[in-house]
């Protein structure tokens, strides 16, 4: 038995899923659910005076996405333990949310010892995903299985200015060369990659920690 409870706050947009968790936690001894918040602005206002424990984390939210909310948590409270909460499969964006401070990812369908489970798992230091999440992490990527891609150095100066979020024209303006010029550096970098945006770009080149 801990010597004080465990206090966790929940940010979701869905009342029901907010009332659904606390249901699964209520009468549980060891936890406190001190907060619940449908909007991240509003999570945050709490943050600035309190410090949870653990916190219920949604991405889908409608003033914020809960990828960059997660970053914004763990530098206004380090401390605490964030569990991701949603219905997102997908492995770019569990790898955001780890990326970004968080604990574990779980799936909305979690039951109720399994989230006991996760709870007290973070709390005492541990990464957990559901047993969904933890298949899909274990799978490499197309681009872990063929390795780390050869850049040249024009190509990484690139790569670089695109993870900065500079355009084409101010990529061109820095670099001395034409905005053309830059499209095709875009173009192998997505060959070499096999992505298809900018964003799946930085993904991998994270990955490769070619960024």
Do not use: W
């Amino acid at each position: 038995m801990l010597d004080r409870k465990i206090s966790v706050i929940i940010i979701d947009d869905h009342p029901i899923v907010i009332e659904g968790l606390k249901s699964l936690l209520n009468g549980n001894p060891e936890i406190d659910i001190t907060g619940t918040f449908t909007t991240g602005k509003e999570a945050v206002l709490l943050l600035k005076k309190e410090y949870p424990d653990i916190i219920l984390l949604d991405i889908n939210l409608p003033d914020v996405n809960g990828i960059d909310l997660c970053r914004e948590i763990k530098t206004l409270v380090p401390e605490a333990k964030i569990l991701a909460l949603s219905n997102h499969t997908e492995r770019n964006i569990i790898l955001q949310m780890l990326s970004n401070g968080a604990n574990g990812y779980l799936l909305k369908n979690i039951s109720r010892q399994e989230l006991l489970k996760a709870i007290n798992a973070v709390r005492n230091g541990e990464i957990y995903f559901s047993s969904e999440i933890n298949e899909i992490i274990a799978k490499p990527t197309r681009y872990e299985l063929q390795g780390i891609p050869k850049l040249t150095k024009r190509e990484q100066q690139v790569l670089d200015l695109i993870a900065e979020g500079k355009t084409t024209q101010e990529m061109g303006d820095q670099l001395n060369v034409s905005p053309l010029t830059i499209e095709t550096h875009r173009r192998n970098l997505h060959y070499k990659f096999k992505v298809k945006n900018a964003a799946e770009l930085i993904m991998a080149a994270t990955r490769c920690k070619l960024l």
